[in-house]
């Protein structure tokens, strides 16, 4: 199992990124995918899930509202769209998928500074 986050960089407050995940190594359709972020010093916290198939978002903050993830099973790539970023939203972003046990990307930093 392979995943590959791309898409990171620094922003403004209220800009907007798109991180991407390119998975191998496995069959991607039939895993729920999730992203993950983690700033230094605390503990990785799950941003949002994805379904299998053709994929129901979960989003463990429904009142942020201004991330949406999704999934192109074809090129087995997972995404994270970021809107109206925010500094608190500065940190190392995941991907993850569970099979077994959880498999992690390198991770794609992002951050919000003025």
């Known amino acids: 199992v392979q995943l590959v986050e791309s898409g990171g960089g620094l922003m403004q407050p209220g800009g907007s990124l798109r991180l991407s995940c390119a998975g191998s190594?496995?069959?991607?359709?039939?895993?729920?995918m999730s992203w993950y972020r983690q700033v230094p010093g605390k503990e990785r916290e799950l941003v949002a899930t994805?379904?299998?198939?053709?994929?129901?978002?979960i989003y463990p903050d429904p009142a942020n509202g201004r991330f949406t993830i999704s999934r192109d099973n074809a090129k087995k790539a997972l995404f994270l769209q970021m809107d109206n970023l925010q500094s608190e939203d500065t940190g190392m972003y995941y991907c993850?998928?569970?099979?077994?046990?959880?498999?992690w990307g390198q991770g794609t930093q992002v951050t919000v500074s003025s």
């Open positions: 993850s998928v569970l099979i077994g046990r959880h498999f």
């Open positions: 190594g496995f069959t991607f359709g039939p895993y729920a």
């Open positions: 994805i379904t299998s198939g053709r994929g129901t978002p």
